[in-house]
């Protein structure tokens, strides 16, 4: 019998379909063991030895796998083709070793890029040993992480109450979001005007736009004020134009390459505006199959741009078939990935098969919105160049004082247009080189003709900021600077997210106070860990190993020797707080611009303000440097700076447009919340604000979305009952019939459709009965007495013996697959008399209690109110 084992139970069903009946395909369900959240899991004093840990699922899934590999012949490591995949195929042969199931056993590794039926029994043929390079790479990876944040964030907790934690790649992230929010309030708005006028040259009007004036060239921003755009239109108006030149000059576009992990998370955010984890579980689901239709996609960990010669004709044939032969171009495209860290022979995320159209296959929405735009990717990928007429219009007045230009753009053959065009991050900015539209088609004019003014118009404009990042250009901006790698973009995001240092608003990130006094603290005293290059080149370094090129513990070594004085010097370092005041006294305290001290305190008028912390609340704020006299206080971050919000919290945000009434943001006894009063209601509406949410930034729009909640989503397809959205207790949902189901983010709960809400609830469902149904570890036989099974069942706290509504626990060490029916009934029948219950006896009928005599009895004094506890982190 042949053993094969994969991550995941989906990805066991698929491939269970395409082997015989000589192999068994179990599960690891994902990783089977971790690093321990504690000290001491990696020990550098010890040759960074490192202790990993099986939880109680973990245990259960490899005490199955340790019994089929006692039976088998071969075992065959199947996981994923990338270095979490070798990872957990070593961490599952580890234990296989420890716990002796394999003695003779054959053991071999396999890796295909496509659940398919020919890609698993290609792999099947062509089997390997595991590769220790990419086990270390992965070693290195993991300890490096560990070390970092176990090493830095009790650094943070010691120095800089409130902070949560620090991490590799982590904190440079952060980085990057608070360097753009600095850029954008260091930005200065520049006023330019554009001018353009509107002619005709015995043609139909065409727009052109002033780009000679006084006989100088202008730019975009050259016209800085009313007056000379005043003098510009004065001499448009009275000049004599005639058309000097008309440039036409042929443009190709070639497609884009098929997806990358990045790219596709980049796409999905643009176009379905899926958050990055929300893209890889869609992804996943696709490339371990669905149904019985197999993999539709191939493996979605990837930086390669490869295509096989076989997908590459697939969806040549395909082109052909669905938009013609003059869409098929005369050579296949190859292309090649820019990076060199680039994981080698990973080919690109495509459909397993091509001519599987999207129409053509059953699945929920979010799997059928992605399957759609990586098949359209795919094939636009190899169809012909779009070409385009583009054409230049010059027009100047006799002097050469005065011209103008018109620019125009023709679609001449759509190509792969037809099939596919990539969407753009951001619109362009007011005054940057890209804000002019080229796409206008121009009338048939000539050159030499006489052109006659119509209209003018001047604008006044301002430059804008460059624009926050949103997950697509985050993920964008990481890959660009080489830090972190496609698998971990998506976790990368969500830490940020629920360690509460970022915040999203329309989806974008903004920094949250504390998240930039994090970043503060690490650029003052770690700055060379959160240095951009330092982490690349880390990570390039780690591609090394997994090469082979370098020893993955002398990299340890090196890093462990820097990472550790610095720690040290830290630690022992005195006014750490003084001099982060000192280094972000500017954005704490910005210049009112009316030569007054920002850092005057507004209550007592004599004291300054200063960065100051609490280790007993946890917390760090501004406080005045009168304290105790003064106890002015206030959070930190541009919201507290504004008048009126400093000292109380409660402040007005605004009117509600439709009902007239005031909307304010209060501070309660369970936190920040907002309230309106409503016509005809005996109390006003409320909402509390959601995790990651700032009361000190919150605006009108924001305050009146929550209070819009619950809306109705539509009506269930299946009894016509309404499904709802709403914000609850546990963060965002859908509602329907009584049953909730999760939004991921709270930006879904104002734009969740009708589809994607009966998707999340279906899901809920499933998950539901999967858990009320769950199968025992091992079955008993029946009690003596009652009747009732006797079951040994996994819990939250590991493995105990069921009988009817008695659970007993197993003693420690006794393993579930050894315990017998009379050790078993002897644990129920402890636990019975302990509980004052017999296994399996009926409840008696409860007599009607007669009535209790009033007694007097004398009250125990009250305790004193218990202070609040400062909430842990």
């Known amino acids: 019998m042949n053993l094969v084992i994969v991550e995941s139970p989906a990805k066991a069903k698929t491939i269970n379909k395409y082997l015989g009946s000589d192999f068994e395909v179990l599960a690891?369900?994902?990783?089977?063991?971790?690093?321990?959240?504690?000290?001491?899991?990696?020990?550098?004093?010890?040759?960074?030895?490192?202790?990993?840990?099986?939880?109680?699922?973990?245990?259960?899934?490899?005490?199955?796998?340790?019994?089929?590999?006692?039976?088998?012949?071969?075992?065959?490591?199947?996981?994923?083709?990338?270095?979490?995949?070798?990872?957990?195929?070593w961490h599952v042969l580890e234990v296989l070793q420890k716990k002796k199931a394999l003695k003779d056993t054959e053991v071999e590794r396999v890796t295909f890029n496509a659940i398919t039926k020919s890609a698993v029994l290609e792999a099947m043929a062509n089997p390997r040993q595991l590769d220790m390079e990419l086990v270390e790479a992965y070693l290195a990876r993991r300890a490096l992480d560990y070390l970092v944040g176990f090493t830095l964030s009790p650094v943070l907790w010691r120095k800089l109450p409130g902070a949560r934690s620090a991490g590799r790649v982590q904190s440079v992230a952060l980085r990057i979001v608070v360097d753009r929010e600095m850029e954008i309030e260091r930005f200065q708005p520049q006023e330019y005007w554009s001018i353009e006028a509107d002619l005709t040259a015995d043609s139909p009007p065409f727009?052109?736009?002033?780009?000679?004036?006084?006989?100088?060239?202008?730019?975009?921003?050259?016209?800085?004020?009313?007056?000379?755009?005043?003098?510009?239109r004065a001499a448009i108006q009275s000049g004599q134009f005639t058309i000097t030149s008309i440039e036409k000059k042929p443009v190709r576009r070639n497609p884009s390459p098929p997806f990358t992990t990045s790219t596709l998370q980049q796409e999905a955010a643009r176009k379905l505006g899926f958050t990055a984890q929300r893209t890889m579980q869609a992804a996943q689901k696709?490339?371990?199959?669905?149904?019985?239709?197999?993999?539709?996609?191939?493996?979605?960990?990837?930086?390669?741009?490869?295509?096989?010669?076989?997908?590459?004709?697939?969806?040549?044939?395909?082109?052909?078939?669905?938009?013609?032969?003059?869409?098929?171009?005369?050579?296949?495209?190859?292309?090649?990935?820019?990076?060199k860290n680039a994981q080698e022979a990973h080919e690109a995320i495509r459909p397993t098969n091509i001519a599987r159209h999207p129409d053509s296959v059953r699945l929920e929405d979010d799997l059928r919105r992605l399957y759609e735009l990586i098949w359209k990717r795919m094939v636009a990928s190899q169809m012909e160049a779009a070409r385009m007429d583009r054409t230049t219009v010059d027009i100047e007045t006799p002097d050469g004082q005065t011209g103008l230009r018109a620019t125009g753009q023709v679609v001449i053959f759509d190509g792969f247009i037809a099939a596919y065009e990539e969407g753009r991050d951001d619109k362009p900015r007011a005054?940057?080189?890209?804000?002019?539209?080229?796409?206008?088609?121009?009338?048939?004019?000539?050159?030499?003709?006489?052109?006659?003014?119509?209209?003018?118009?001047?604008?006044q404009h301002f430059t804008e900021p460059p624009p926050r990042y949103s997950e697509a250009t985050l993920v964008k901006k990481l890959e660009e600077l080489g830090i972190g790698r496609p698998s971990t973009y998506a976790s990368i995001l969500t830490t940020l997210r629920d360690r509460q240092y970022v915040r999203m608003e329309k989806n974008r990130f903004y920094p949250e106070d504390n998240g930039r006094l994090v970043t503060a603290f690490l650029e003052q005293f770690f700055g060379q860990w959160v240095e951009y290059d330092f982490t690349a080149a880390l990570e390039n370094d780690l591609d090394e190993v997994s090469d082979g090129q370098m020893d993955w513990k002398t990299l340890l070594r090196t890093f462990w020797s820097q990472l550790k004085p610095a720690t040290a010097a830290v630690l022992d370092r005195q006014g750490v707080i003084d001099e982060l005041d000192a280094a972000i006294g500017p954005f704490l305290f910005p210049d009112k611009g009316d030569g007054t001290d920002p850092r005057l305190c507004p209550l007592c008028k004599s004291g300054r303000l200063h960065l100051k912390a609490s280790f007993k609340m946890k917390s760090s704020f501004i406080g005045c440097s009168n304290y105790p006299e003064c106890r002015y206080t206030r959070g930190f971050g541009a919201g507290a700076n504004a008048e009126g919000g400093a000292e109380g919290g409660d402040r007005e945000l605004g009117v509600d447009p439709d009902t007239g009434q005031p909307v304010a943001l209060k501070i309660g006894r369970f936190g920040p919340y907002v309230e309106t009063a409503l016509p005809d209601a005996d109390k006003p509406k409320?909402?509390?604000?959601?995790?990651?949410?700032?009361p000190a930034s919150l605006t009108l729009e924001q305050a009146l979305r929550l209070l819009s909640l619950p809306r109705e989503v539509g009506p269930h397809p299946e009894d016509g009952k309404p499904i709802s959205a709403g914000l609850g207790r546990y963060g965002p949902f859908v509602l329907h019939n009584g049953v909730y189901a999760n939004l991921p983010d709270i930006e879904e709960v104002f734009e969740v459709g009708l589809n994607r809400a009966v998707?999340?609830?279906?899901?809920?469902?499933?998950?539901?009965?999967?858990?009320?149904?769950?199968?025992?570890?091992?079955?008993?036989?029946?009690?003596?007495?009652?009747?009732d099974p006797v079951q040994v069942m996994a819990g939250r706290f590991g493995p105990y013996v069921?009988?009817?509504?008695?659970?007993?626990?197993?003693?420690?060490?006794?393993?579930?697959?050894?315990?017998?029916?009379?050790?078993?009934?002897?644990?129920?029948?402890?636990?019975?008399?302990?509980?004052?219950?017999?296994?399996?006896?009926?409840?008696?009928?409860?007599?009607k209690a007669a009535p209790k005599k009033a007694t007097a009895k004398k009250a125990a004094p009250k305790k004193a109110a218990a202070k609040p506890r400062a909430a842990k982190d």
């Open 686 to 694: 409320r909402s509390s604000l959601p995790k990651g949410w700032s």
């Open 431 to 459: 005054g940057s080189d890209d804000d002019e539209d080229d796409t206008t088609r121009l009338p048939a004019l000539k050159e030499g003709a006489a052109a006659k003014v119509e209209a003018i118009r001047t604008d």
């Open 28 to 89: 690891s369900y994902g990783h089977v063991r971790d690093l321990p959240s504690k000290d001491g899991s990696v020990r550098p004093d010890e040759d960074f030895a490192m202790s990993w840990e099986v939880d109680a699922r973990g245990a259960k899934r490899l005490s199955e796998i340790a019994e089929a590999a006692k039976r088998a012949d071969r075992v065959i490591l199947a996981t994923d083709p990338d270095r979490e995949g070798e990872a957990i195929s």
């Open 207 to 232: 727009t052109t736009r002033l780009v000679k004036h006084a006989g100088k060239r202008v730019q975009r921003l050259d016209i800085k004020d009313e007056a000379t755009a005043s003098a510009a």
């Open 759 to 787: 998707s999340l609830l279906a899901e809920k469902k499933a998950s539901r009965g999967a858990r009320g149904g769950a199968a025992p570890l091992k079955e008993l036989g029946n009690h003596p007495e009652s009747g």
């Open 286 to 339: 696709l490339y371990e199959g669905v149904d019985d239709q197999g993999g539709l996609i191939t493996y979605m960990r990837t930086d390669g741009v490869y295509v096989t010669p076989e997908g590459i004709a697939q969806a040549r044939e395909v082109i052909g078939e669905r938009f013609g032969p003059a869409y098929v171009p005369s050579e296949p495209r190859y292309y090649k990935v820019k990076a």
């Open 802 to 847: 069921k009988c009817g509504k008695i659970n007993a626990t197993l003693p420690k060490g006794t393993e579930p697959e050894s315990l017998t029916l009379e050790a078993a009934l002897e644990l129920v029948a402890a636990k019975a008399a302990a509980g004052g219950k017999k296994p399996g006896a009926k409840k008696a009928p409860a007599k």
